[in-house]
Structure formats: structure tokens, C-alpha cells
């Protein structure tokens, strides 16, 4: 098990003015559109783009990711978020299910958590041995190392949240019926192990975070604030200009005077 001695705190909260949505969707609007400017950029030039998302239940990942996919292509901005490990999977090289799912040309692949399992939630819950997890961290440097020598744009994040409003948010996951989904079995039993996620966080800080694949470690209390945050900071380490495409407008349409058909059409019942 990991040593609860090494645990630290990576960031101190910094506290400040819940950010009001109008701002909020102010500025998201014009970074979509920034977003928008770099999915074209990597189409064109065939950049191959790979972003690690990994942080505590509750830390807004998954929020993270949607601010960030909700206004582009899903054809060029990928969302991998793979399940537990099949028996075969098992067998396999730990890296292997995850080497298909990266990035082509004209790709952004997010990953939804990702290889890093081995680092935080598989060290923490007993799912691998401690050998196990000193290979991992021995090797990781080495093919993210890899990945970028082939071409591939790596940014990993971690989103760090206070143990506070975690409990906040896995609370409000119980009472909402829209959220209840989000939480598992895992994230209870995990709920008090917080020092051992904290450690196990550290020794993978400690040994991934290399001069090619840094850690960027996002506060995320107010959810509003690290998605413009993130969103600023991604675009800022994927060099990309704007193609200026030009405008499109509608041709004039013609519509005939055609008589409306006889087909019994099944309308859905409006309600409201």
C-alpha cells in the first residue's frame, strides 16, 4: 500500500468569488469559438493531439471535458473513457489497450481517465501489486516519451479539488436523480481513503512528471473557473492559427407549390 508519509498537498485553495454565469458563458462562448479555429488547424496540418484527464471522484473531469467538446466535432475531438479491464485485457501489456485509442492525424483524443488507473485508483484498491506499479511508473516516462518522438501533442492534467467539496459534490450525486449514475460502488469505497489517494497522487507526480509530459494541476472549487482555465491553458500549448476560411451564406431557395401530402404521418404528442 502507498505510505500516507509522502502525502502533501500539490496546491493551496485559493479562494474567490464564485464566478456569475453570464460571465461564465461569455467567455466560453468566445473560447468555443477559439476551439473551433484549432480543430480546423489540426485537420489541415494532420496534428496529432492526445489530453490525459485524471484527478479524484468529484474533481469535474467529466464537466471539464464537456465544456471543452460540446461546440466541435466529434470526429476530431475524441472522448476515450474505457471500462474496467476484460480478462484478456488482463493478460495483456498494461499499455496495449490504450495504445489504439490514441491519436491519428487530425485527431484530438481526451482521455477520461487513462493509463494512469495503474498510478491512482488499481494502486489504491488492491487491483495490482506493488511491483506491478513500480514497473508502471518506470516505464510511463519511457513511452510518453514515444508518443511524443512520433508526433504526438501530450497534455496531461490533474484536477485537484479540496476533500470538502468533494463530499459536497458525491452528496448532491445521491440526491440528484440526474447524477446518480455518475456515482459507483468504488467512488464510496474510496470515500475514505483520501490520504491514500493523496500519496499514491504524489509517487506519480514524483515519477511521470517529466520535462516532455508534464503535470498541469488545476484547482477546480469553482467548476465554472478551471474550465476556462483549462481551456485557456490547452489552447496556449497547441500552437494553431486561424485559417480564415471564408463565410458561407444560403443560396436564394425555390420551393414549388406542391399539395400537402396525404401520408398519415405518427406525430409525436405535444405535450408541451
Sequence with gaps: MVSKKKAKVVVDVVKTAPLKTKEYEKELRRLHVELVKLQQWVVAKGLKVCIVFEGRDGAGKGGTIKAITERVSPRVFRVVALPAP?????????????????????????????????????RVMGFCTEEQVEKFLEGTPVMEKAMIDAGIILLKYWLEVTPKEQERRLRDRINDGRKTWKLSPMDIKSFNMWDEYTAARDAMFEATDTAWAPWFVARSEDKKRVRLNIITHLLSHIPYKDLHIKAMDLPKRKISKIKPTQYPFRYVEERF
Design 86 to 122: 476484460t480478462d484478456k485485457e488482463k493478460s495483456q501489456l498494461y499499455f496495449q489497450r490504450y495504445v489504439p485509442h490514441l491519436p491519428s492525424a487530425g485527431e484530438i483524443v481526451i482521455f477520461d481517465r487513462s493509463w494512469y488507473n495503474r498510478a491512482g485508483v488499481e
